[in-house]
C-alpha cells in the first residue's frame, strides 16, 4: 500500500490525527487538512486514492466539498464521516454519492470495510 496517499479532512485536530495514525498503521499515506477550503487550496499535487472528510465543519461543509469535487471533475472516492444524526442531513450527504457514511464514533472495522469499497482494500 506504500505510496497509497489517503487524504482526510477534519476540524476536529483528535478525530484528524487519530484517523490518519491508524491508516498510516496500516500501511497508508495520509494528508490531514483541517478545512475543506484547505484541502482545495492545496491544489492536486498529489492525487489520492480517496478522501475521507467530516461533514459537519466551519466554512464548507464535507457535503459541499463533495459537490465542488463532482463538479471539478474530481473522480477519487470519499467516504463521510459525522456525529450528526438527524436524517436530512444523512439524505443529503448520501445524495452526494459517498462510498459510505460513516458514524461518529466508528470502529477500525467499518472503516476498512469502507475502504474495501472504495480502493478494494483487503
Do not use: H
Amino acid at each position: 500500500m506504500g505510496g497509497q496517499l489517503i487524504s482526510v479532512i477534519d476540524d476536529d485536530e483528535s478525530a484528524l490525527l487519530t484517523l490518519a495514525a491508524l491508516l498510516r498503521s496500516i500501511g497508508f499515506d495520509t494528508k490531514i487538512f483541517r478545512s475543506a477550503e484547505e484541502y482545495i487550496d492545496a491544489g492536486s499535487a498529489e492525487s489520492p486514492c480517496c478522501i475521507i472528510v467530516d461533514i459537519q465543519m466551519p466554512g464548507m461543509s464535507g457535503i459541499a466539498l463533495k459537490r465542488w469535487l463532482d463538479s471539478n471533475g474530481n473522480s477519487a472516492p470519499v467516504i463521510m464521516t459525522t456525529a450528526l444524526t438527524e436524517q436530512r442531513v444523512w439524505d443529503q450527504a448520501l445524495a452526494t454519492g459517498p462510498v459510505c457514511l460513516l458514524k461518529k464514533p466508528f470502529d477500525a472495522d467499518e472503516l476498512l470495510c469502507c475502504l474495501s469499497k472504495a480502493i478494494g482494500f483487503e
